[in-house]
C-alpha cells in the first residue's frame, strides 16, 4: 500500500507482502524506499551480504525508509551496519574488513599469511614451469577446466581449493575467520591483478638460480675433466678451455645449457601469461562494471565504492592497461604473430627439429606445438572461450538465470567447434578436451536448475563435486601416465609428431605436380623426409609412375634403404641419352650426407617443347639465397632452388 496515494502497488521482487506488515526483504534482496513516490525498490544483494528476517522478528528488526521504520524490514549480515544506512549491505563495521564475503577484525597487516601467500605463489609457478615443458594438449585442458569450473562455482566452500590454480591466492589465505591486511576492496582487487605479476616475477629469479646451479655443476665437471694430469701439467686451466674440451667429447658445454635454460623459461612464462588471463581479465571486468542505484553508479563486486568517487577514478589508470595490453592486446597480437610465424614455414621447420633432437627445447612452441598444423591458430581462440565466459560471469553477476543459460549455450557451442576442428594433435588431448566442455556444459545447467546458490540441494553438491572433482582426477591420470610412464621417449603424443607426416610416395607425387603447375619447371628432385625409413615396392611403382607422367623416362635413380641418425645414403644416379653429356663428373659417390645436403646439377632438355631439368647429385651446398619457399595444398611448406633444381621438405640450412 503506497502510503502517500494509498493506492494498491505489485509487491517488489524479491520481497514479501504481507497485510498489515511491513514489506519484508528476503534473503539476499536488499529494499530501497522511496519517501517521495512511496514506492519500494528491490536491489540483490551479494552472497551472505542480506539476510532474511522472520515475520515474528520483523517488528524489532532493522528497517529503513523515511524514519518511522513501518516502510521495509530487513536485516544485513554479521558485523556490518545497520541496514537502513548500510546501502546493499556492502559497509563492514568500523575496524571490520570484509575477507572472503565476511567482515572480520583486522588490527593490521598479518605477516605469516603474507608470507603463506607468497609461498603459494612460488608453488604455482614451479607447478606451471614443470607442466609447460610437455608438448601435450592435455596440460591447457587441465588449467582450463580447473579455472572454469572455480569461476562457476566459486560461491561455494567445496570447491575453493581450485582457487589454488586459479591464482585466487588472497581468498585462500585469508579465510572468513581471519583478517590479511586491511584493505578495502579495490586495494585487494588490484594486488589479485597483480599476483601474476609477482609469479613472473618468481620465475625470473627461479631462472636465474638454475642458470647459476647448471653453471657450478658444469665448473665441477671441468675441474673433474682435468684430472690429476691437468695439475700437473698447469695450475691455471682456464674455464673456458676446459668448456671446449668438454664439447669436444660430448660432454655439455655452456652455451647450450644456457641457450636451453633461457628455452625452458621463456616457455614457462609464455604458459603463465597464458594461465593467469582467467585473472586478470576478471580484474577488469570487476572493477568496470558498475550498477545503477537511484542515479548513483557502484562497483557491482564491491557496493561499497562509488564508481564517481576519487578513490575510484585514481585506479582507473591500473585497471585500463591491463585491459588494453591483457584483455584485447594479446590474444590479437598472439594471433597475428602465429599467422606470420606459419607463412614462413616456421612451425613446420620447429617440429622437425624438435623430431630430430629430443632433447631440444622450443622456446614458443607452448602457443603452438600442441595443435595439428591447420589448426595452429586455435590458442587465440582459447583465449576468446576464456574472455567469454569471465566477461559472462562478471557482467550478468546481478542476473542469475541469465547468466548460467547464456554459460550454458557458450559451453554447448564451444564443446560443437571442438568436435568439428579437433585442434589437438594426439587423440588423448582431443577426447579429454570434448569431455573437459561436456562436463563445464553440465555443470552450468545443474547450477541452472536451482533458483539461488543457497537453495542447492545436497544431492546436487554431491554431484557437482563427483563431476569436477572426477575430470580433473581423469585428466590428471592422463598427465602423469603420458609423461611418466609412456614408452620409450616421452609421450604418446610427442611420438605421434615423431612420426613422418609428408614420407609417403603420393604424398611426394602431388607435390611434384602442384609445384609444377606453380613455377613451370618440372620438380625432378626425389622428395624425401628425414624420418622416412624404406621404400617399399609399392612405393617405387608409384615413384617410376610419377617420373613418367613428368616425361622424365630416360632419368633412373637408385634408392638406398640404408639410413644413419635420420640421414639418409646418398643414392647412384645414372643418366642417359643425347640430352646429357657429363662424362666428368663421378657419380658414384657412397658417402653419407644429410637429405638437405644433396644438391642436385641441372641440365637442360626438351619435352613437349618446353625446357625441363635432368639432375645429377653433387655434393657442394647450394646458396640459401637461391631457395625459394612453396606451399601445398594443406598449406604445408617446402623449399626449391631455382639454380640447382633441388625441391625439399626440409628447410635450407
Not at 514479501?16 to 525498490?41: I, M
Not at 572461450?385 to 553477476?397: E, I, K
Not at 554431491?462 to 601416465?481: K, M
Amino acid at each position: 500500500l503506497n502510503p502517500n496515494t494509498r493506492e494498491c502497488l505489485s509487491c517488489p521482487v524479491g520481497a514479501l507482502c504481507l497485510p498489515g506488515q511491513p514489506v519484508r526483504a528476503l534473503k539476499g534482496h536488499y529494499l530501497l524506499p522511496d519517501a517521495a513516490s512511496g514506492t519500494v525498490d528491490s536491489f540483490r544483494c551479494l552472497e551472505g551480504r542480506c539476510l532474511e528476517v522472520a515475520s515474528a522478528e520483523c517488528a524489532g528488526g532493522e528497517s529503513g525508509g523515511d524514519g518511522d521504520g513501518d516502510e521495509v524490514c530487513m536485516s544485513c549480515g554479521a558485523n556490518r551496519k545497520p541496514a537502513h544506512d548500510n546501502l546493499l549491505c556492502a559497509h563492514c563495521l568500523d575496524g571490520y574488513y570484509e575477507w572472503a564475503g565476511e567482515c572480520v577484525e583486522c588490527d593490521g597487516v598479518r605477516g605469516d599469511l603474507v608470507a603463506l601467500a607468497l609461498l603459494l605463489c612460488f608453488v604455482y609457478t614451479v607447478v606451471v614451469h614443470s607442466m609447460s615443458q610437455s608438448s601435450s594438449g592435455l596440460t591447457k585442458t587441465f588449467f582450463y577446466f580447473t579455472q572454469m569450473s572455480f569461476q562457476s562455482l566459486a560461491a561455494f566452500s567445496a570447491f575453493q581449493s581450485l582457487g589454488f590454480l586459479d591464482m585466487n591466492v588472497l581468498d585462500i589465505v585469508g579465510s572468513s575467520q581471519t583478517c590479511v591486511a586491511p584493505w578495502d576492496p579495490l586495494t585487494k582487487l588490484a594486488v589479485q591483478a597483480l599476483v601474476p605479476l609477482m609469479c613472473m616475477l618468481m620465475l625470473v629469479l627461479l631462472a636465474v638460480c638454475t642458470l647459476l646451479v647448471r653453471w657450478v655443476r658444469l665448473h665441477l665437471q671441468c675441474c673433474r675433466f682435468g684430472g690429476a694430469s691437468g695439475r700437473r701439467k698447469s695450475r691455471a686451466v682456464s674455464t673456458s678451455m676446459a668448456m671446449q674440451q668438454m664439447g669436444v667429447r660430448g660432454l655439455p658445454v655452456w652455451s647450450d645449457v644456457r641457450r636451453e635454460t633461457v628455452a625452458q623459461y621463456t616457455r614457462s612464462m609464455l604458459a603463465l601469461v597464458l594461465f593467469s588471463y582467467n585473472t586478470q581479465s576478471t580484474a577488469v571486468w570487476s572493477f568496470f562494471h558498475c550498477i545503477p542505484v537511484r542515479g548513483e553508479r557502484y562497483m557491482a563486486a564491491a557496493p561499497s565504492v562509488d564508481c564517481s568517487s576519487g578513490t575510484y577514478v585514481k585506479w582507473v589508470p591500473l585497471f585500463s592497461l591491463l585491459g588494453l595490453v591483457v584483455v584485447i592486446a594479446m590474444p590479437i597480437a598472439m594471433l597475428v604473430w602465429l599467422v606470420r610465424f606459419a607463412r614462413n614455414g616456421n612451425i613446420i621447420a620447429q617440429r622437425q627439429l624438435s623430431a630430430e633432437h629430443r632433447g631440444r627445447v622450443d622456446s614458443t612452441g607452448v602457443l603452438h606445438e600442441a595443435f595439428t598444423p591447420k589448426r595452429y591458430w586455435w590458442q587465440p581462440v582459447i583465449l576468446l572461450r576464456r574472455s567469454l565466459l569471465v566477461a559472462c560471469s562478471v557482467l550478468l553477476s546481478t542476473q542469475r538465470s541469465v547468466r548460467l543459460t547464456l554459460t550454458t549455450c557458450l559451453n554447448l557451442v564451444f564443446l560443437l567447434m571442438h568436435a568439428a576442428m579437433r585442434p589437438f594433435r594426439g587423440r588423448l588431448s582431443n577426447t579429454m578436451e570434448g569431455v573437459s566442455l561436456a562436463s563445464l556444459t553440465f555443470i552450468s545447467t545443474l547450477l541452472a536448475g536451482a533458483s539461488d546458490d543457497s537453495d542447492v540441494e545436497v544431492s546436487r553438491i554431491v554431484l557437482l563435486s563427483v563431476l569436477v572433482y572426477g575430470t580433473t582426477l581423469a585428466i590428471v591420470v592422463c598427465i602423469v601416465r603420458q609423461r611418466f610412464f609412456a614408452s620409450s621417449a616421452s609421450s604418446v603424443e610427442e611420438q605421434q609428431a615423431s612420426e613422418s607426416k609428408y614420407s609417403t610416395t603420393k604424398r611426394h607425387k602431388s607435390m611434384q605436380q602442384s609445384h609444377r603447375s606453380r613455377i613451370g619447371l618440372m620438380p625432378v628432385a626425389e622428395m624425401v623426409d628425414p624420418g622416412d625409413d624404406v621404400f617399399g615396392a609399392e612405393d617405387e611403382e608409384e615413384a617410376q609412375e610419377a617420373d613418367e607422367e613428368c616425361g622424365d623416362g630416360d632419368m633412373k635413380q637408385s634408392r638406398d634403404d640404408s639410413q644413419s641418425d635420420g640421414r639418409r645414403g646418398e643414392g647412384e644416379s645414372a643418366t642417359s641419352g643425347s640430352d646429357y653429356s657429363s662424362s666428368n663428373v663421378n657419380n658414384s659417390s657412397n658417402s653419407t650426407q644429410p637429405a638437405a645436403m644433396v644438391v642436385e646439377l641441372m641440365s637442360m632438355s626438351a619435352i613437349d617443347g618446353r625446357a625441363h631439368a635432368n639432375t645429377i647429385k653433387s655434393d657442394a651446398p647450394p646458396p640459401v639465397s637461391d631457395w625459394s619457399v612453396y606451399y601445398d595444398d594443406d598449406g604445408t611448406p617446402y623449399w626449391h632452388n631455382a639454380v640447382t633444381g633441388v625441391t625439399q621438405w626440409e628447410r635450407p640450412s
